[in-house]
């Protein structure tokens, strides 16, 4: 049996040349001869309890066996601190990491850190993909545990010295992560049955990843609570994209997060990794306020308008584009569509679909018959509805493309953006009539479209078209480049 490891206090004691400290809010690291001892504080805060000698014994323990995953050789084991002798309290030994190749120093540095983050990406992938899964870990991903989660988090910084201002970011922080979860039930649950959620890592920070000639040592996981260290991958990776956005590198984020994506197979809405970066940056906020140093306030002031401004970001949207035949709306929805990566469903393509037709077949119709008879135009909204309504919960932003001449229809897509807490957004297109109707005979000629509308169907439209004063009115005569921009400022706009 190996001996146990042990040093005295008054050793740790000692200072003088080689021999520093550093302290966090939970530890005490002294380094020294290349070692680092690190100490637990006797604290209790309402996320840990390091009050007595044997909870600090097992802390340790947990961080040794839990970091040892990530880092394996930087972890040398849980040492007893002596004083006259007897064992008084505990220390994790490691070995000390070269501090010029802490992640965050060579980004600070400027270097170019984009490979170093690419085999930092496979590490963590490979560790996710070993890691430990079960019905209980899997709980923590669940819709009720994560509306938890940010409250737990929300309600501990209530209690703190904050400013009015972020007083009022975190109100809104608090409506829109809430809202963002009460919609996504079919994407968390798709998320457990897929096996993305794990016993990770937890605390994922660019100052505790090394980047070693042999590859990187990522350090200090989450040890002192499972329930914060368990949960889906993409909120572990959502640690350290959210800190490298915070060291000013939101390229940086992006390249992480791609190469996680490539080296684990992960596939997931942006709108999720929004939300999973914004939970990070309020923990950070919450960190930096239980500190109480004098920078708390302003770290903390950062760190919520990173969260607020992800939470913006991830909302999930519903836009409605509706008009008159030959006014531009599957034009500008399939501009749209590919502009912000977001599925356009056209319900012309729906209608051909419901009868085993090829969009592009033509099967010309009187208004009110056939195709356009108003029970099958019904059936048509209905499914693009239904579509509308799955992709929405799983988290994806959807954009919609048909007449919506009748009331009827746009009540059905407000009571879809209601039950999925997606914001809807109503657009209508217009073009004078003229033009609208060379638009379609040239389109008639050239086979390029879907519908089969005519100029005398839009005519019979325009005398049923029911009054839509709840939609942006887009004039869609000027060049698509020039509309654009302006549409999507007023889809993303808060």
């Not at 999720?272 to 903390?300: C, F, I, P, S, T």
Request: net charge negative; charged share 30%.
């Amino acid at each position: 049996m190996s001996r146990p490891l042990e040093i005295d206090q008054d050793v740790l004691d000692e200072r003088g040349p080689g021999i520093h400290c550093v302290e966090s809010h939970v530890s005490k690291l002294i380094f020294r001869d290349g070692l680092v001892h690190k100490l637990k504080k006797p604290v209790h805060f309402r996320f840990i309890d390091l009050s007595t000698p044997a909870k600090r014994e097992l802390n340790c323990r947990r961080e040794v066996d839990l970091n040892r995953r990530f880092s394996p050789d930087v972890y040398i084991g849980v040492e007893d601190i002596l004083r006259n002798g007897r064992v008084v309290d505990h220390a994790v030994l490691m070995h000390e990491m070269p501090d010029e190749r802490r992640l965050a120093t060579m980004i600070r540095r400027g270097e170019d850190v984009s490979r170093w983050l690419d085999t930092i990406a496979q590490l963590i992938a490979t560790c996710h993909r070993g890691a430990p899964r079960s019905t209980e870990i899997s709980d923590v991903a669940t819709a009720t545990a994560l509306h938890e989660l940010w409250e737990d988090s929300l309600i501990e910084i209530d209690g703190l010295a904050l400013t009015a201002p972020d007083r009022e970011t975190c109100v809104d922080i608090r409506r829109l992560a809430h809202r963002f979860l009460d919609g996504r039930g079919p994407l968390l649950t798709a998320r457990i049955a897929g096996g993305h959620i794990v016993d990770g890592h937890g605390d994922l920070l660019a100052d505790d990843i090394f980047c070693l000639d042999d590859g990187p040592r990522i350090l200090d996981c989450l040890e002192f609570d499972d329930r914060l260290r368990w949960g889906d991958v993409l909120n572990d990776v959502s640690f350290l994209a959210m800190d490298l956005e915070r060291l000013g590198r939101r390229d940086l984020a992006t390249v992480f997060m791609a190469a996680y994506r490539r080296h684990s197979g992960e596939s997931h809405p942006a709108t999720l990794e929004d939300h999973y970066v914004a939970y990070r940056a309020l923990v950070r906020a919450k960190v930096a306020l239980l500190r109480g140093m004098d920078d708390g306030r302003d770290a903390a002031h950062a760190y919520l308008g990173q969260a607020h401004s992800h939470l913006h970001a991830g909302r999930v949207r519903l836009v409605v584009i509706g008009g008159l035949p030959g006014t531009g709306k599957t034009t500008l929805a399939r501009a749209l569509s590919e502009k912000l990566g977001w599925p356009a469903l056209h319900s012309d393509e729906i209608r051909k679909e419901h009868v085993g037709l090829d969009p592009l077949d033509h099967v010309p119709s009187s208004f009110g018959t056939g195709l356009y008879a108003p029970a099958f135009i019904d059936q048509t909204y209905a499914t693009m509805c239904a579509r509308a309504r799955k992709l929405l919960g799983m988290g994806q932003s959807v954009i919609l493309d048909a007449s919506f001449s009748n009331d009827q229809h746009r009540r059905l897509t407000a009571a879809v953006s209601v039950s999925t807490f997606a914001d809807l957004r109503e657009l209508r297109c217009l073009l004078p009539t003229g033009e609208a109707a060379r638009r379609l005979e040239a389109r008639r000629l050239y086979d390029a479209d879907a519908s089969d509308a005519d100029p005398e169907i839009a005519a019979k439209m325009a005398e049923h078209f029911d009054r839509w004063p709840d939609a942006l009115n887009i004039g869609m005569v000027p060049p698509l480049a020039e509309v654009l921009p302006a549409v999507i400022d007023h889809i993303l706009a808060s």
